[in-house]
T-cell receptor, first 113, second 112 residues
Framework: DSGVTQTPKHLITATGQRVTLRCSPR?????VYWYQQSLDQGLQFLIQ???????AKGNILERFSAQQFPDLHSELNLSSLELGDSALYFC????????????FGQGTRLTVV | AQKVTQAQTEISVVEKEDVTLDCVYE???????LFWYKQPPSGELVFLIR??????QNEISGRYSWNFQKSTSSFNFTITASQVVDSAVYFC?????????FGTGTSLTVIP
């Protein structure tokens, strides 16, 4: 158990809909990262937050947004969903920035039908 | 441009054989970090090692060892005396500043 909690574990939704994925980092970790893992794109870094502020952006679509709350949990919002958004979404946390050891949650499997 | 290449898509070995997973990276940054992660069939990503660009010492941890060579931009991972529990997808990753890049992964199957 990495200490990073992601909910829900599985999500099935229709095209055009909006979903929210939630992540609770390990106790004491200030950084939260979101990643998307799909068969065709592999593992892609989406975005990082550090202590409530956006720190880095990767290949995140404009339809996607994230935030980190004062209690350090984070949410990833995916809107106007398309079939191609079906993927495994991972959250990870670390004490510091990108160069520190990151611990991953078990992921949320999103299926868009 | 930053890039991580794991040319081996799939590898199968018989239990107790040694196996090396290759990782080649590209970056113009002088300061960077390299990582290996393991993704077992259960799906979670497990951190294995982190190495910074100024530390070329090889590292051994039990049956695992890592060979970092800046001259060839490689960070290879060797499992000695492989076991069935080593079956997983292994990812090499590069971190430069605020960006993180994963390779496409190598799927390792250890046959009993």
């Amino acid at each position: 158990d990495s200490g990073v909690t992601q909910t829900p574990k599985h999500l099935i939704t229709a095209t055009g809909q909006r979903v929210t994925l939630r992540c609770s980092p390990r106790s004491g970790d200030l950084s939260v990262y979101w990643y998307q893992q799909s068969l065709d794109q592999g593992l892609q870094f989406l975005i990082q937050y550090y202590n409530g502020e956006e720190r880095a952006k990767g290949n995140i679509l404009e339809r996607f947004s994230a935030q980190q709350f004062p209690d350090l949990h984070s949410e990833l919002n995916l809107s106007s969903l398309e079939l191609g958004d079906s993927a495994l979404y991972f959250c990870a946390s670390s004490q510091g920035g990108q160069n520190t050891e990151a611990f991953f949650g078990q992921g949320t499997r999103l299926t868009v039908v | 441009a930053q890039k991580v290449t794991q040319a081996q898509t799939e590898i199968s070995v018989v239990e107790k054989e040694d196996v090396t997973l290759d990782c080649v990276y590209e970056t113009r940054d002088t300061t960077y970090y390299l990582f290996w992660y393991k993704q077992p069939p259960s799906g979670e990503l497990v951190f294995l090692i982190r190495r910074n660009s100024f530390d070329e010492q090889n590292e051994i941890s039990g049956r695992y060892s890592w060979n970092f060579q800046k001259s060839t931009s490689s960070f290879n991972f060797t499992i000695t005396a492989s076991q069935v529990v080593d079956s997983a997808v292994y990812f090499c990753a590069l971190s430069t500043g605020n960006q993180f890049y994963f390779g496409t992964g190598t799927s390792l199957t250890v046959i009993p």
